[in-house]
């Protein structure tokens, strides 16, 4: 009896397995094993639906599918059973679960590419590809252990980079992307295992369960991940409770995660933190598992090392759902088991305060893998000036101050002018309109807000003097300091700028002083114009 309930147990488990297959996965060149090409897509009839790894149900049961699932037919049999993908392999299902909703007719070598986007290098000297052949077009030669950026795996044994193809053998080391999305933002699920009835291991002479400090570690992970900029951080479970394995994974799923993280201890009297990633290197992210255990190592953990484990009766495929789920998603996946509960270990998960230093160690790795930044808030925004004079026609750009400048926070602002028809405003650039004035304000998201007072002066000559000295020049050969003069100029009127409106500001003071006028400027042509017609004495240039 304790058999059969062992077995019935063992069938249900594999029933919720749920991996979801891109839907661009349809591969174009089934192997041959009498099935007869078949190219489609399908949706479930049902919740879920049994794969196996030949069409028969008295065969080993591989896997299932939900109802949300597009599945990618590539073949059928005869007795009514369908050839799909899943993942980078092809098992069976039986045709009465699902409705065919699009046949290919011919499909093209796009439809059989998987998702990638990967790092890889290359073994030895390799020529880039137009095509996914050695046939095709080179339109690049690379050299031995250069890097690569994969974009997309193809089932015929070539990777697509940005531009051309090489093929997979070329290239070792993969890294599953350890890029931020499109979003700029990193998404990632942490899963703190067990919970509820399932306490996982137990050290009973700690009174320690395996599910209770899973659930802190994680907590602590998260509470440090949100420190960082860019990163959206999901809780598998937030309490003590029960959540399936499908539940845990579908949150992963539809939040599209960048990474599943997966909080474990282990038991059984040994030592050191252990990672296990997904056998397939595209999605087996090395460098986050290799940045974790050197974070617990810091801690005093011994590093157990990263390893793959493999299904039982099913070799090609890994062991733990999860991560045979998000390999078949595109998901980078990872279970992390810090230390061993009944061990020489359970010295670091005796108080909170050593569960709080292995879950930042847990966020540390991953804010060095993904090279996250930490919160720096704005404090404040603001102008350089209070006040701008602009002759009318003009316009500048105006730049704000963020205060800090490298600040994490946005620095997207809203731009608003209390009189458009005087001074307009446009993302920055600043245009006098007419005569007048008007306030130039900013409005950040956050709700800071600064303002500019910008006076629009419709003559030249009522614009006000304006002597400019700058201590951070070059040094400047006498010669030319006394170009003109014969002797140490002393009264010099020094210009760095845009250039004409400068000059214009600062002519009243250098005729005047009947100083020279020292321009730092590339309009050289308007200015010598403009000045000569002011009867200004002398204009040196210096660009």
Known sequence: MKKLIS????????????????????????????????????????????????????????????????????????NNWYKVTYGTDYLFIQGERITITNVIKKP?????????????????????FDAPSVNGEVLASLNKGESVHLTYRLPNGWFKLEEGYIPEASVKNLIASDFVNDTGTITVLLDAGHGGVDSGAVNDDLKIRESDINLKVARYTK????????VNVIMARTEDKLVMMEDRFKLAFEN?????????????????????????????????????IDELNKLGIAK?????????????????????????????????????MDSADSKYIVSEASLKRIGIADATAIAKTYGLRIKRPLVSIGFEKDEIIMPEGHNISLQPLFNPEDTTETKELKWSSSDPASVDVFDGRIVAKSEGEAIITIKHVKGLT????????????????????????????????NQGRGQQTENLIIVKGSGLIDVIRAVPEARKANAPILLISRYGSAVQ?????????KVIYFN
């Open 7 to 78: 077995a019935l147990l063992c069938i249900i488990l594999l029933i919720n397995a749920m991996p979801i297959v891109n839907a661009e996965a349809v591969k174009a060149d089934p192997p041959t094993d009498g099935t007869t090409p078949y190219f489609a897509r399908a949706v479930m009839l049902a919740k879920n639906a049994d794969l196996y790894q030949h069409p028969q149900v008295e065969d080993f049961l591989a896997g299932s599918f939900l109802s949300e699932n597009t599945i990618n037919i590539v073949g059928k049999a005869e």
């Open 108 to 128: 093209d070598i796009d439809e059989g590419k998987l998702p990638c986007n990967s790092n890889g290098t290359l073994t030895a000297a390799q020529d880039v």
């Open 223 to 230: 509470e440090e991940l949100e420190r960082y900029a860019d």
């Open 256 to 292: 599209h995660a960048d990474i599943y993280f997966c909080q474990h201890f282990n038991a059984g009297g040994g030592r050191g933190a252990e990672m296990y990633v997904s056998k397939e290197e595209r999605f087996a992210p090395r460098t986050l598992a290799a940045n974790v």
């Open 304 to 340: 157990g090392g990263i390893r793959t484990r493999d299904m039982e009766g099913a070799p090609k495929l890994d062991y733990y759902k999860f991560i045979r789920w998000a390999a078949a998603s595109g998901i980078n996946a990872m279970l992390v088991e810090h230390c061993y």
């Open 450 to 481: 600064a303002s500019v007072l910008v006076r629009v002066k419709a003559n030249l000559k009522d614009l006000p003097i304006t002597r400019q000295i700058y201590n951070n020049l070059p040094k400047l050969p006498r010669d030319m300091v």
């Open 529 to 537: 114009e403009y000045t000569e017609k002011a009867h200004v004495k």
